[in-house]
């Protein structure tokens, strides 16, 4: 048995996402619930939603956009293996997430770095195309 006791009454979705370790602290999981970042079954919840097991949560964070599947809730924020058997990530979840990833990589890669910084020469150039802009 792990070191946190798996809860089976009521727990709050802050919660939730913070012993998950989606989020460093209840407070950060708080302003991204009130942001929108987090939906509950497809709509935007209250912090204090209840979570309860089986229920789709879909999660915001920078460029991935996470669905994962409640599967156990804990009230205590545990390791992180252990904090990974609160939730399975969909299927078309992850296969989004990885295609997604996929694709921002290929862009970085046709986009290059010119290959040394401007000298002064090119600055005015930059300078005076800049001007022409405006």
Known sequence: MSKHPLVTEQLRLDKWLWAARFFKTRALAKTAIENGKV??????PKVSRT?????LIQITQGWDIKEVEVLALSSQRGPAVEAQKLYQETEGS??????ATEK???????VQ???????????RQIHRFKRQEN
């Open 39 to 44: 939906l509950y079954a497809g709509q935007r």
């Open 51 to 55: 979570v309860t097991l089986g229920a």
């Open 94 to 99: 992850l296969e989004r997430r990885l295609a």
């Open 104 to 110: 921002r990589r290929l862009i970085g890669a046709a």
């Open 113 to 123: 770095a010119p290959a040394q910084r401007p000298d002064k020469k090119s600055r």
